[in-house]
């Protein structure tokens, strides 16, 4: 995911065309295909169990930011769907929270 947010030769499957780009103004920030990849800030969502065990790794990945939780649908992985306010689900996101510091 962190390689699909920056530009070749740091990242993959990119489109260069910044010159009609929002990012850069329209071609009106200097340097921007150099920079932009410095500037770049990347979140990812964790809303399984499956990403809760793997949440150390991916918060370590080169390039990730940070991470936040999907409540909704991390309860429905849980078994308690439509119940986000759940104890249990709480209880998983503050762990989360534990382990994405020690990832990251």
């Given amino acids: 995911m962190v390689a699909a947010t920056r530009y070749p030769t740091r990242g993959v499957a990119r489109g260069v065309g910044s010159a009609l780009a929002r990012a850069s103004r329209w071609n009106q920030v200097d340097d921007y295909l150099r920079r932009s990849d410095d500037e770049m800030c990347v979140f990812v969502q964790v809303e399984s169990v499956d990403a809760l065990t793997h949440l150390e790794r991916i918060a370590a990945v080169d390039g990730v930011d940070g991470v936040f939780f999907g409540p909704a649908d991390l ?7 439509g119940k986000p306010s759940d104890p249990a689900v709480r209880a998983a996101i503050l762990q989360g929270n534990r382990d994405g510091k020690r990832g990251g």
């Fill in 75 to 81: 309860a429905a992985s849980m078994g308690l769907l």
